[in-house]
């Protein structure tokens, strides 16, 4: 059967998507990844299927763009009611011509047009869920934001933070305009909340991370699967590590490895030039990833400075992983069973960074308090403290026992018979 499976974001919302396609074409069926034109190079070299969708005017390379969408108060509403929501209209055609004989639309939270395209198509259809925030529940709350008001909230009860979800809720209802003119167009049903109770799918909710990291909730959505993370994260299928990067993992002790993604990197502000200089405070070695453009940090015997490796081959080396708090990112250190220390941006990051302190996997500091001498005072605390590292082993022995691509993929077929 022919599978369409579509997201608009960076490369955490681009990988579980390819891992998800792959599971499912080497089960035989035709995957086709819908998303931003951005990603063809990548997704055509998986041998997946692809089509091109809006808004076409998004490029993940933009930092101007990125710094506008990633501001800690005004992100989210720069992002999807200006950026998002005026371009649904050409999102939905896109999409209408990528599911043109398909079974079954699995989608990603941004793509608002989705549920319509499925509905006007009569198909079935899922949604990913990335990250335990994106649940808002009231009975283990996200905190959205930064500021130390979002931890207060959080700490205040299932009946405060029930009402918080219904104001985020009402005060973002005209945002969705955009959908629900377009409802109203095509002769759909009429809607609730596109950002709220219609993002989730009737039929599948696939909740692509593990239950190590968060445990499900009472006020999940129905027909909600937790199938574990689905790990993918090469630039193509015969990227690795190159031999300079293998060499310097390979020999020395356990290097801190400082990265901030695919989106906070290009705009990282003085993360690397204080994350290297805490490294030398320390006296410790440091491999940086820097992305394409240059923060201006040059490399030396001890510091090693890369554009990208693959987390799934770095990781393992690291004595402890410095990274910006992407779900993606999070995974692959869970995974390699490595101390975290995360410097939280926008987005799921903040919320992201609680869990990872809660659950005693590492420590996280503010972005405008990561600073070289305390970067270096908090970092001193990760390295020396065997309990996160005890931790992040436990965390490395679960989250190695799950598939999330396979689990997912076994949802899937189930609800398409």
Known sequence: MKVVVTTIGSLGDVHPCIALGLELKRRGHEVVIATSEFYRPKIVSTGLGFHSIGPKHLSPEDPELLSSIMDPKQGPENFIRKLLMPHMRGVYDDLLAACNGAKFLITGELVFAAPLVAERLGIGWASLVLAPWQFLSAHDPSIIGPLPLFAFIRGAGVTVNRAMKGLARKQTKSWAEPIYGLRKE?????????????????????????SAFAKPQVDWPDHTKTVGFAFYDRQNPASGLTDEVRDFLQNGEPPIIFTLGSTAVMNPGSFYTEGKRAAEQLGRRALLLTGKGSPGISGSRDHMVTAYAPYSEIFPYAAVVVHQGGIGTTAQAMRAGCPQFVVPHAFDQPDNAARIKRLGLGLSLRKDRFHAPHAAEQLRKVLGDEKIRAKATQARTFVEKENGAIAAADAVESACR
């Open 186 to 210: 095509l002769g759909l049903s009429a809607a609730s909340h596109p950002m709220f109770e219609d993002k989730n799918s009737p039929y599948l909710n696939l909740a692509m991370f593990s």
